[in-house]
């Protein structure tokens, strides 16, 4: 069974700057999905950025960027210029490519301050 | 509009109260899922469908029941609530013929059982 760890509960940081945002895995599969979820205050599940396992380049999606380290099964998150709209619980997860499943790590909850 | 809907949004009950939480998609997606939130837990997976007649166990299934009697919907039932059940539920969905195994996911769903 995959787990997901994200070990950073909450964090800060101030608008315009950068944060990263860890996660930690693993797996014994070679091949998988793994995703960012954002979650505001709404609750709604809103998918950030996603990176296939058998490519090694770092998906980016405008100021959000992954670092992806398959050996040492880490997938941390960068997000740029930060905006006060970026504040929201992220969740890292795992997905199997049967797609029978996501697995989540249990969220960091991000504040951006003016 | 692309989307997957839950009803109700909000609900309050008592123990012992049978309940149904109904879960549909307009987007033809073979796979469909339930998850509860928790704080600290993240998401975890109670039971999922890969097609229609198809349901297997999550992660933490016991207490709830499915069914995929069609391909559009998935509803989620607890026969007997318990207060431990209280909390927020979501429902998603994916194509699994996409090869992204993206899920999309409902607005969430906030039970109390009391």
């Known amino acids: 069974a995959q787990t997901v760890t994200q070990s950073q509960p909450e964090m800060s940081v101030q608008e315009a700057e950068t944060v990263t945002l860890s996660c930690t895995y693993d797996t014994s599969e070679s091949n998988y999905y793994l995703f960012w979820y954002k979650q505001p205050p709404s609750r709604q599940m809103i998918l950030v950025i996603r990176q296939e396992a058998y490519k090694q380049q770092n998906a980016t999606e405008n100021r959000f960027s992954v670092n992806f380290q398959k050996a040492a099964k880490s997938f941390s998150l960068k997000i740029s210029d930060s905006q006060l709209g970026d504040t929201a619980m992220y969740f890292c997860?795992?997905?199997?490519?049967?797609?029978?499943?996501?697995?989540f790590g249990e969220g960091t909850q991000l504040t951006v301050n003016p | 509009e692309a989307q997957v809907t839950q009803n109700p949004r909000y609900l309050i009950t008592v123990t012992g109260k049978k309940l149904t939480v109904t879960c549909s998609q307009n987007m033809n997606h073979e796979y469909m899922s339930w998850y509860r939130q928790d704080p600290g837990l993240g998401l975890r997976q109670i039971y999922y469908s890969m097609n229609v007649e198809v349901t297997d166990k999550g992660d933490v299934p016991e207490g709830y029941k499915v069914s995929r009697k069609e391909k559009r919907n998935f509803p989620l039932i607890l026969e007997s609530p318990s207060p431990n059940q209280t909390s927020l539920y979501f429902c998603a969905s994916s194509s699994l013929g996409q090869g992204s195994y993206e899920q999309y996911f409902g607005p969430g769903t906030r039970l109390t059982v009391t």
């Open positions: 997860a795992f997905g199997e490519t049967s797609g029978s499943r996501l697995t």
